[in-house]
């Protein structure tokens, strides 16, 4: 069981590249959260999605896209980055809501340059 | 907007004393608070759980109260151990089942 895994770790981009973070949980939970943590500020949630085969905007969207594959896995894709984007990446995952406990995947690390 | 505010940025503690964490809200009365765990380079680690029609839930060696009229809650760890150093972080509900905002978080130092 190893709950929520991301990949990859660390990432180094140039500005204007593209990429695609991954994130899978095994605990069948219906809902999944990609956030970005940077320093000073707490996390903020960039898209949520409640349950398979939907996705909605959090508080920061702007600049990236996500998809829900099946159950298990949420994507996030940047489809242009800046260095503003520079940030650590979390997935996490819940039952059926963030009044719940959310189990967070080890993080990506994305440098922009 | 809601702000949360976690009491500074740093907190350091001789080992075997209690360790006391702040987490202090505005504009809203949240249903609940949660505090997290994380260590440098890891994900956040669910702690506890309070609801807004709870005063207090213990958990081994923490606490956590909520004081919905003070708009703060309080995060105790007792006789603190080296291994508890990390950042915690609080949560609150954001007003709807799929939002959340979340505290900078308090670094605390258990000194031996």
């Known amino acids: 069981n190893a709950g929520v895994t991301q990949t990859p770790k660390f990432q180094v981009l140039k500005t204007g590249q593209s990429m695609t973070l991954q994130c899978a949980q095994d605990?069948?939970?219906?809902?999944m959260y990609w956030y970005r943590q940077d320093p000073g500020m707490g996390l903020r949630l960039i898209y949520y999605?409640?349950?398979?085969?939907?996705?909605d905007k959090g508080e920061v969207p702007n600049g990236y896209n996500v998809s829900r594959l099946n159950k298990r896995e949420f994507s996030l894709r940047l489809e242009s980055a800046a260095p503003s984007q520079t940030s650590v990446y979390f997935c996490a995952s819940t039952r059926a809501s963030l009044r719940e406990t959310q189990y967070f995947g080890p993080g990506t690390r994305l440098l922009v340059l | 907007s809601q702000k949360i505010e976690q009491n500074s940025e740093a907190l350091n503690i001789q080992e075997g004393k209690t360790a006391t964490l702040t987490c202090n809200y505005t504009?809203?009365?949240?249903?609940?608070l949660q505090w997290y765990r994380q260590d440098p380079g890891r994900g956040p680690v669910f702690l506890l759980l309070?609801?807004?029609?709870?005063k207090e839930k213990r958990k081994e060696r923490l606490k956590v109260t909520f004081d919905t009229t003070l708009k703060q809650s309080l995060f105790h760890i007792t006789a603190s151990q080296p291994a508890d150093s990390a950042t915690y972080l609080c949560?609150?509900?954001?007003?709807?089942?799929?939002?959340?905002?979340f505290g900078i978080g308090t670094k605390l130092q258990v000194i031996p």
């Open positions: 605990m069948n939970h219906n809902s």
């Open positions: 949560a609150l509900d954001g007003g709807g089942y799929q939002k959340v905002t």
């Open positions: 999605s409640a349950s398979e085969g939907t996705t």
């Open positions: 504009n809203y009365s949240p249903a609940y």
């Open positions: 309070i609801r807004e029609n709870e």
